[in-house]
Nanobody, 121 residues
Framework: EVQLVESGGGSVQAGGSLRLSCAAS????????IGWFRQVPGKEREGVAC?????????LYVDSVKGRFTISSDNAKNTMYLQMDSLKPEDTAAYYC?????????????WGKGTLVTVSS
């Protein structure tokens, strides 16, 4: 059974850091693009960061998190991470990890159930 399970969400003050983890089972990251998305109630899910492990490991970030967030993976543990530094209140959202054929929302085949991040000012 394919499964993605996020952890590491929580509440933090602006300027703080959190590291999200996403443990995968039932498949391996080596053959997939892996990414993090976030969603605020009433808004569309937004791509935050993506790593195309199936090709040259290219990483992509939405402009609003560049220089603050870092996506990484430990393929031996089949786990991906999102290190979030210098957090801002506008980063508050439910964060989802996903894996698929390429770094596009519509190309993601597998999704986690999400973990909530709350950043207070």
């Amino acid at each position: 059974e394919v499964q993605l399970v996020e952890s590491g969400g929580g509440s933090v003050q602006a300027g703080g850091s959190l590291r999200l983890s996403c443990a995968a089972s039932g498949f391996t990251f080596d053959d997939y693009a892996i990414g993090w998305f976030r969603q605020v109630p009433g808004k569309e899910r937004e791509g935050v960061a993506c790593m195309d492990s199936s090709s040259d490991g290219t990483t992509l970030y939405v402009d609003s998190v560049k220089g603050r967030f870092t996506i990484s993976s430990d393929n031996a543990k089949n786990t991906m991470y999102l290190q979030m530094d210098s957090l801002k209140p506008e980063d508050t959202a439910a964060y989802y990890c996903a894996a698929g054929g390429e770094c596009e929302y519509d190309a993601m085949d597998y999704w986690g159930k999400g973990t909530l991040v709350t950043v207070s000012s």
